[in-house]
């Protein structure tokens, strides 16, 4: 029975396949399957809307929407660039995750946890459009269709109980409209001090994921979980107005820190001070600035032939980091003729101030900060200010301890006043357009309010300056009825009559900005033919 079993089964083999392979012809080419179809070709004008929202997806930015500019040149650079971005980046990500991962080493019985792959693969993100808004700050905004169908091979190797778990991330589609903000424009390289990125519509995330070889996107309703998940996790970080800013330059170089409070500053008295005339007395003076500031000092009267001076006299400052600047206070002695002596000087922290706390400081005057020079030993008298910081309204949150007491009835009371309290004018003359002097083009704008005079410096034959010189006034009450006067002169740089001569000028009311906190506009010249000027007005009360 076994031979003849065999025999058969040898025998209905070699029939089979014969008429199986027949059958099988006969069937795939006389008989076509009715669930596959030829693709329908039409014009995009015979189309229905059904059809056009079902390829408007596809559709990139630059040919839906005309303010849109193709780039392929960009994508280009990518191209040819991305080899080597993919190490530099790849770099980054182990350089970043290394310092996490070792937090997590040797908790919950992990051993190691270290890339066995890591790898962008071969295939660059493009750019789909790009498109660039134009404003009145000084910043550059742009937003891009960004599409990334890659290949990576990103493979995490965790050793738990000395068995080694392996997370592998493959086969990554991310389609984001992110928008990018330079600011502010510096002249320092790069020329910008930060870079902000904000999405303007949920992104689009894709991703395989295996767990040690398995394919766990594969089980049901997980894909969908994570991928929106994932969606919905940036989109609340990331999704317009929230921002991720990326500073670029520090305070130090460029970055610039806006005005966060109003610092008041009273110099009283001074005792004993050093005798440093021909007849054993001192005409004594203070100068006051706040360090990191390139604005003028401040300076008290002259007291003349007095030792024990009293000034009594008020100064206001503004502030723009508490935390580290200090008040720099440096008494001399006046001289009629060549440079004036240095009787001794002394810092104050800001941070040792409470918000709206006015404090005295009795202070010992010093040659210099030096603690280990000797000259700081000899008795050079004391100076005593009395000190007060008071934060913009604005910018209270930032601060707090005693702010946090106003609450209730008082701080509705502190609304309704607020209107006419005090604060910081800051007047930012960005630039003009289209000056025309009859006899020359050299302009600068000159700023007057209540009877002070501040001007830009002067640029020489040009009819569109940029000055971007900011002017501070600090006001006792809100400007609601007054106006500012901006006046573009040029100036004649040689010899000959009429060396000044008007280009036109602007009146500002003022009530608009102090309702509305900032007036930033473009305003025509009167008394010019096609001049324009650029101003950028900000109001921020205490």
Not at 114 to 120: R, T
Not at 146 to 175: C, M, S, Y
Not at 238 to 245: A, I, K, Q, S, V
Not at 252 to 271: N, Y
Request: aromatic residues 10%; charged residues 25%; proline residues 6%.
């Amino acid at each position: 029975m076994g031979f003849v079993g065999s025999l058969l089964g040898i025998i209905g083999f070699g029939i089979g396949i014969p008429i199986g392979l027949v059958l099988g012809f006969f069937i795939f080419i006389y008989f076509e399957p009715t669930d596959v179809k030829d693709p329908i070709i039409k014009p995009f004008n015979v189309l229905d809307a059904s059809y056009l929202l079902d390829l408007l997806s596809e559709i990139p930015p630059w040919v839906k929407q005309p303010d849109y500019d193709q780039i392929d040149w960009l994508n280009k650079i990518m191209s040819d660039m991305w080899p080597y971005l993919d190490k530099a980046i790849c770099g980054i990500i182990r350089s970043t995750a290394n310092p996490i991962f070792a937090e997590y080493i040797g908790k919950y019985q992990i051993k190691s946890i270290d890339f066995k792959s890591l790898s962008l693969g071969i295939l660059p993100p493009t750019v789909n459009g790009i498109k660039v808004h134009e404003t009145n700050e000084k910043e550059l905004v742009f937003e891009t269709a960004l599409r990334w169908a890659g290949n990576p091979n990103i493979t995490l190797e965790l050793k738990l109980f000395h068995k080694p778990i392996t997370v592998q991330l493959l086969d990554v589609q991310i389609f984001a409209s992110p928008r990018i903000v330079l600011k502010p424009l510096v002249p320092t390289f790069p020329c910008f001090a930060s870079i902000a990125v904000s999405l303007m519509e949920k992104p689009h995330v894709d991703f395989g994921l295996k767990l040690l070889g398995l394919d766990i996107m594969a089980i049901p309703g997980f894909y969908g979980f994570v991928q929106e998940r994932i969606r919905k996790k940036v989109a609340n970080l990331y999704h317009w107005p929230r921002t991720l800013e990326i500073p670029i330059l520090d305070g130090s170089v460029g970055a610039m820190k806006k005005p966060v409070g109003i610092l008041h500053v009273k110099v009283i008295r001074a005792h004993k001070l050093l005798k440093m005339d021909f007849l054993g007395t001192s005409d004594p003076y203070v100068k006051l600035c706040l360090s990191g500031e390139r604005l003028p000092s401040k300076k008290t009267s002259i007291k003349m032939k007095n030792l024990n001076p009293e000034w009594n006299e008020d100064f206001k400052l503004t502030v723009k980091d508490p935390q580290s600047q200090v008040l720099q206070l440096h008494v001399y002695d006046w001289e009629k003729v060549g440079t004036h002596d240095k009787l001794g000087m002394q810092v104050v922290p800001l941070s040792l101030l409470e918000p709206q706390e006015t404090k005295q400081f009795t202070l010992d005057l010093v040659k210099n900060t030096n603690p280990s020079d000797p000259q700081n030993k000899k008795n050079r008298g004391k100076l005593v200010v009395e000190m007060k910081f008071n934060p913009f309204k604005e910018d209270r949150e930032l601060f707090t301890g005693p702010l946090e007491r106003f609450s209730g009835k008082e701080s509705k009371a502190c609304e309704e006043t607020s209107l006419y309290g005090g604060g910081l004018l800051m007047v930012i003359v960005r630039g003009a357009e289209d000056v025309e002097g009859k006899r020359h083009n050299n302009p600068y704008a000159l700023i007057i309010f209540r009877g002070e005079e501040k001007k830009t410096k002067m640029i020489k034959k040009t009819r569109d300056p940029c000055w971007n010189e900011e002017f501070q006034f600090v006001l006792e009450e809100s400007p609601l009825d007054e106006k500012i006067h901006i006046e573009v002169m040029s100036k004649r740089t040689g010899f000959g009559f009429r060396q000044k001569e008007s280009l036109g000028h602007v009146d500002i009311n003022l009530a608009d900005v102090v309702y509305n906190g900032r007036m930033n506009e473009k305003r025509y010249l009167i008394n010019s033919k096609n001049g324009v000027l650029h101003v950028d007005i900000r109001w921020k009360m205490t």
